[in-house]
């Protein structure tokens, strides 16, 4: 079900008076995706015109973004295109490669998933998107388990291969060249697959003291992980002679923490800065210098009451989404952090983000579509356009 304009009076555009930038956001709520109503919007994922949300009950749905048009002719429900219902928990991350799509699950595994976008295959299978994989695969398993010596312990009176996540699977991340598949868990876990034959290459155990919620990765391929222990870990991947002296392919870089509370969301920008979400409802601002060396605190964002629980960076916006039910933009530059707008509609906390730039027609301004899902239930569509002169 589409409802449009319902969070602003009049569906008018606004922005807020107590923002601080000068070249202020407008905004407005241009749709409302109600089809997950029994179970919260877990995750979010753009992949061209094409929205994917998944749910607290399993389910991931798709959403035609292609337009206002397209968003309100879909079904009332959207598109169901995996899972069942209450099959692996709350989808926590959705990631796309080519034609798969790889979900993380509150029940430990990662569940992969065929994408036929060819009508014949589509038609041939019945299905346009067919499950063909869960990782660790049963091939990975067992030849595990047959080890004594690929046993961890995970509690005190009981072990698993170390292929297995034991607690919900928190983030998944990518590489650059789409080769890796990373995964972070409550189990405080780095695991490592590769994305041709979905095998556990490696796993980093104990990488944070608590859970790890959230994983990026840098376009040099440094790998971030945030966790409730208020420490940020810089992860690098070795190169082949590296490798060949050791078993472990990543090592540990960096810790940082300057982060007064736990660890929620992590994002990265093009202007070589990272952003953390605390608890505490603060946004950090990481730069690394030019060199690619230290990583140290630039500025800090603040505006929030509640928990960050989410951020996603935009061409040259942050936003972030928070427990006390609203959305902020950010400007995302070296020299501007202030506040561009404050997205207020949604009944419960912000739970996930994503967006794209869009086509303003016009140099004087830059359009933006930010969906933002929430513990109410809902999925917001805002436009955006923001000053650029």
Not at 271 to 291: A, C, K, P
Request: net charge negative; with cysteine.
């Amino acid at each position: 079900m589409i409802r449009c304009h319902e969070t602003q009076e009049d569906g008018d555009w606004s922005h807020e008076d107590h923002q601080i930038s000068i070249s202020q956001a407008l905004h407005q709520c241009i749709a409302t995706l109600v089809g997950h109503t029994s179970s919260y919007i877990s995750s979010l994922t753009l992949a061209g015109k094409r929205l994917y949300t998944g749910s607290s009950d399993g389910l991931v749905r798709l959403w035609d973004a292609t337009s206002l048009e397209t968003l309100a002719e879909a079904s009332s429900n959207g598109d169901v295109i995996t899972g069942e219902r209450g099959d692996g928990g709350a989808v926590k991350s959705l990631v796309i490669l080519a034609d798969k799509l790889f979900t993380a699950h509150q029940d430990h595994k990662i569940r992969v998933w065929k994408i036929n976008d060819v009508v014949e295959e589509a038609e041939a299978s019945n299905k346009k998107y067919m499950h063909i994989a869960t990782m660790p695969t049963m091939s990975d398993r067992l030849a595990k388990c047959l080890m004594p010596n690929n046993q961890v312990q995970i509690r005190r009176h009981k072990k698993a291969s170390w292929v297995h996540h034991v607690d919900a699977v928190s983030g998944l991340a990518l590489s650059r060249d789409g080769a890796l598949l990373y995964s972070v868990s409550w189990d405080r876990t780095l695991k490592i697959w590769r994305t041709t034959d979905f095998k556990c290459l490696e796993s980093i155990t104990n990488a944070h003291e608590d859970a790890i919620n959230a994983v990026e990765l840098s376009e040099n391929g440094d790998i971030y992980t945030g966790s409730s222990d208020r420490k940020i870990k810089v992860w690098r991947k070795k190169n082949l002679d590296e490798e060949k002296k050791k078993k472990n392919k990543h090592y540990l870089v960096a810790t940082l923490s300057e982060q007064d509370s736990g660890i929620n969301a992590l994002a990265l920008s093009s202007y070589n800065l990272l952003y953390s979400g605390g608890s505490d409802g603060s946004i950090l601002v990481w730069e690394r210098d030019h060199e690619g060396g230290d990583i140290a605190v630039a500025g800090g964002l603040r505006g929030h009451t509640e928990s960050v629980l989410c951020l996603a960076v935009v061409s040259d916006i942050v936003c972030s989404g928070s427990a006390d039910k609203t959305v902020r933009l950010w400007k995302c530059s070296l020299a501007d952090y202030s506040c561009l707008a404050v997205l207020e509609g949604h009944r419960g906390p912000v739970k996930c983000l994503t967006g794209a730039i869009r086509d303003s027609g016009t140099q004087s301004e830059a359009s933006y579509h930010i969906y933002s899902g929430g513990l109410d239930s809902q999925v917001k569509v805002w436009q955006i356009l923001v000053p650029t002169l």
